[in-house]
Nanobody
Framework: QVQLAESGGSLVQAGDSLRLSCAAS????????MGWFRQAPEKEREFVAA????????LYANSVKGRFTISRDNAKNMVYLQMNSLKTGDTAVYYC????????????????WGQGTQVTVSS
């Protein structure tokens, strides 16, 4: 079992930057690849970014590539999502999720989920 807790969501303006954090507890954090997903109002949850257990491999949705960066600190059991050049279309609840070892973009591949943190980007 892995427990996940996101933080860092906020109301920001378009063009601003924001860093989300996800704290993990429970089973060995370094055994898990971590992903970030988001869900906007009245839309399905979508993949944002993922990072492998070692941090050596990352994966991004095309919509955030070049603006968002995922990273992790296995010593602190933390994963981060640095979001730059935010757009109003990035407004959503952001979730972190865990799955064994390797990166995947499919929501169904992830076993453990946090409760989410709200990011609102105003124009």
């Amino acid at each position: 079992q892995v427990q996940l807790a996101e933080s860092g969501g906020s109301l920001v303006q378009a063009g601003d930057s924001l860093r989300l954090s996800c704290a993990a507890s429970g089973h060995s954090f370094s055994d898990y690849a971590m992903g970030w997903f988001r869900q906007a109002p009245e839309k399905e949850r979508e993949f944002v970014a993922a990072i492998s257990w070692s941090g050596g491999s990352t994966l991004y949705a095309n919509s955030v590539k070049g603006r968002f960066t995922i990273s992790r600190d296995n010593a602190k059991n933390m994963v981060y999502l640095q979001m730059n050049s935010l757009k109003t279309g990035d407004t959503a609840v952001y979730y972190c999720a865990a799955r064994p070892f390797t990166t995947r973009s499919a929501e169904s591949e992830y076993e453990f989920w946090g409760q989410g943190t709200q990011v609102t980007v105003s124009s």
